[in-house]
């Protein structure tokens, strides 16, 4: 059974909340919320941007889908961290300004960011194939496509 959470947009305290009202319980070596047995969280992108958490926030996601609790798919806010990350010119608007301020005042690693975000994939098929998880828009082509690919994103 998966528990679908989309655009967290750097609001932790309330997805903490959503994780407790979903019945995960606190992980204390990982520091992490752990879903109920045969239960995973699916995040459906834009994990940041906008609140007051948006690096913790997807610290907490990196942390989730390292101890397999949870899987997440990218999404624009996301991919736009990302290209900020890897040096490229973007404008720091829609909250993006925050997300690097909170960044660079944990000591993120702009590299390591960049290169976790770059490895979430466009879409997810779930539950063999019956469930597709995107973050904006799907095509039943998407299916044959590398979930990664560039082409998907555009």
């Given at each position: 059974?998966?528990?679908?959470?989309?655009?967290?947009?750097?609001?932790?305290?309330?997805?903490n909340?959503?994780?407790?009202?979903?019945?995960?319980?606190?992980?204390?070596?990982?520091?992490?919320?752990?879903?109920?047995?045969?239960?995973?969280?699916?995040?459906?992108g834009?994990?940041?941007?906008?609140?007051?958490?948006?690096?913790?926030?997807?610290?907490?996601?990196?942390?989730?889908?390292?101890?397999?609790?949870?899987l997440?798919?990218?999404?624009?806010?996301?991919?736009?961290?990302?290209?900020?990350?890897?040096?490229?010119?973007?404008?720091?608007?829609?909250?993006?300004?925050?997300?690097?301020?909170?960044?660079?005042?944990?000591?993120?690693?702009?590299?390591?960011?960049?290169?976790?975000?770059?490895?979430?994939?466009?879409?997810?098929?779930?539950?063999?194939?019956?469930?597709?998880?995107?973050?904006?828009?799907?095509?039943?082509?998407?299916?044959?496509h590398?979930?990664?690919?560039?082409?998907?994103?555009?």
């Amino acid at each position: 059974m998966f528990d679908i959470i989309s655009d967290v947009h750097g609001c932790l305290h309330e997805l903490n909340q959503l994780l407790e009202k979903l019945g995960c319980e606190w992980d204390g070596d990982s520091n992490v919320f752990a879903p109920p047995d045969g239960r995973k969280i699916v995040f459906v992108g834009d994990i940041v941007d906008r609140g007051p958490s948006s690096y913790a926030a997807l610290v907490v996601v990196k942390q989730m889908m390292r101890k397999g609790y949870a899987l997440s798919v990218q999404g624009n806010h996301d991919n736009k961290l990302m290209r900020f990350c890897q040096g490229r010119n973007v404008v720091q608007n829609h909250g993006l300004d925050k997300t690097i301020k909170q960044l660079e005042k944990a000591g993120g690693d702009k590299d390591r960011t960049a290169k976790f975000i770059e490895g979430l994939p466009y879409f997810l098929l779930l539950d063999d194939g019956k469930l597709a998880v995107t973050h904006a828009a799907w095509r039943d082509s998407f299916a044959t496509h590398d979930p990664l690919s560039k082409k998907v994103r555009s």
